[in-house]
């Protein structure tokens, strides 16, 4: 469904050379998706996507309209000139392939803003301008042709010459990671940390051990692990006459323990797997991966345990399925890669593709 600004259509600059990553920006996976899938997914409310590249061909997989650019080594201003110039509507959102965290809120909250008064608008926080998460209007268009002839490819020039609006950050319920992007390796460690799966599957089906295997590879490469269980039977206790235990009894809705190396809570207000990696994430150091055992029914990519003896099919939604652990299903028969159970070396590389790890 359309969003409700009809003048309104929307953009993503793809022809960029990722000269500092080293490899294309807009192939990138965060969470398991590429970044210029989750653009383009977040982005359809507003209608049709526009995607400015460097060669016709790049990302003719997504089916989407492609402008290429004509002035070579002019940097986004082109990509921005060849957009506006085939765009049907007055004004067209515009963000960089490199920013997996813009969303569709952040794009209706700046239309909320077009008028007649300005040509362009803007976000800003308080250290940047933000010219590759704006709003431009057709009218810009002469002035950036302008620019391009006279060898003068700064967005900011668009800016002086144009009546433009800059819309504070400050003020909204949108935070500056919202209009982050991802320029280096470095930044893109941080903003994957942690990896977050579910190895999903029936009790008893061996989900525990293939974690513990898991742990050991991860380990190996060098990377730290969390893990969240899910009790599925509500029998999650204490040791039975134990202070925290006798606590619990007489009606303390938490309890907690603490020693110089760990502590451990437990509180009767039932918290889901999001919060709960939330508190990982918030730790002071966070792991590197964090694991979910059990979470059939969870959003999040998963391994599932497939074993005959058990339950010999596959239960979890397919399109949350990484990969298949099973000792009764085929690989041919199903449509993710499948591994035996003894296989934890090809369960590792399959997660390490996954991810897009750089281990």
């Given at each position: 469904m359309k969003d409700r600004h009809p003048e309104l259509s929307v953009a993503i600059l793809a022809?960029?050379?990722?000269?500092?990553?080293?490899?294309?920006?807009?192939?990138?996976?965060?969470?398991?998706?590429?970044?210029?899938?989750?653009?383009?997914?977040?982005?359809?409310?507003?209608?049709?996507?526009?995607?400015?590249?460097?060669?016709?061909?790049?990302?003719?997989?997504?089916?989407?309209?492609?402008v290429v650019d004509e002035h070579k080594e002019t940097g986004p201003i082109e990509g921005i000139r060849s957009v506006l110039s085939v765009a049907d509507s007055e004004y067209v959102f515009i963000c960089a392939s490199d920013m997996p965290f813009i969303s569709k809120e952040l794009?209706?909250?700046l239309a909320g803003y077009i008028s007649s008064d300005y040509d362009c608008y803007v976000i800003a926080d308080e250290d940047h301008i933000h010219p590759l998460c704006a709003i431009y209007s057709k009218k810009v268009l002469p002035v950036i042709e302008e620019l391009i002839?006279?060898?003068?490819?700064?967005?900011r020039e668009i800016?002086?010459?144009?009546?433009?609006?800059y819309v504070s950050l400050e003020f909204t319920t949108f935070d500056k990671n919202t209009v982050r992007n991802i320029n280096t390796k470095e930044?893109?460690?941080?903003?994957?940390?942690?990896?977050?799966?579910?190895?999903?599957?029936?009790?008893?089906?061996?989900?525990?051990?293939?974690?513990?295997?898991?742990i050991n590879e991860f380990i190996s490469a060098g990377m730290t692990v969390g893990v969240i269980k899910h009790d599925g039977h509500d029998c999650h206790r204490d040791m039975p006459g134990s202070d925290t235990d006798r606590c619990r009894e007489a009606g303390a809705i938490a309890a907690a323990v603490l020693s110089e190396s760990s502590f451990s809570i437990y509180?009767?207000?039932?918290?889901?797997?999001?919060?709960?990696?939330?508190?990982?994430?918030?730790?002071?150091?966070?792991?590197?991966?964090?694991?979910?055992?059990?979470?059939?029914?969870?959003?999040?990519?998963?391994i599932e345990v497939v074993r005959k003896a058990v339950n010999p099919k596959?239960?979890?939604?397919?399109?949350?399925?990484?990969?298949?652990?099973?000792?009764c299903i085929s690989p041919e028969s199903f449509e993710r890669p499948v591994f035996g159970p003894e296989d934890i070396k090809g369960v590792f590389l399959c997660l390490k593709e996954y991810f897009d790890m750089e281990i």
């Open positions: 022809g960029g050379m990722s000269s500092r990553m080293g490899k294309d920006k807009a192939l990138i996976k965060i969470e398991g998706e590429r970044i210029i899938d989750r653009l383009t997914k977040e982005l359809a409310c507003f209608g049709d996507v526009t995607l400015s590249v460097a060669h016709k061909n790049d990302y003719s997989y997504l089916g989407l309209k492609t794009v209706s909250y002839d006279e060898g003068s490819y700064r967005l800016f002086r010459k144009v009546r433009t609006k930044e893109l460690r941080e903003v994957r940390k942690p990896f977050v799966f579910c190895v999903s599957g029936y009790s008893d089906s061996g989900k525990t051990g293939l974690i513990v295997k898991l509180s009767k207000e039932s918290k889901g797997e999001d919060e709960l990696i939330c508190r990982m994430k918030e730790m002071d150091s966070p792991p590197d991966v964090i694991i979910l055992e059990g979470f059939k029914k969870s959003p999040h990519p998963k596959s239960e979890c939604d397919i399109s949350t399925i990484i990969c298949l652990v099973t000792d």
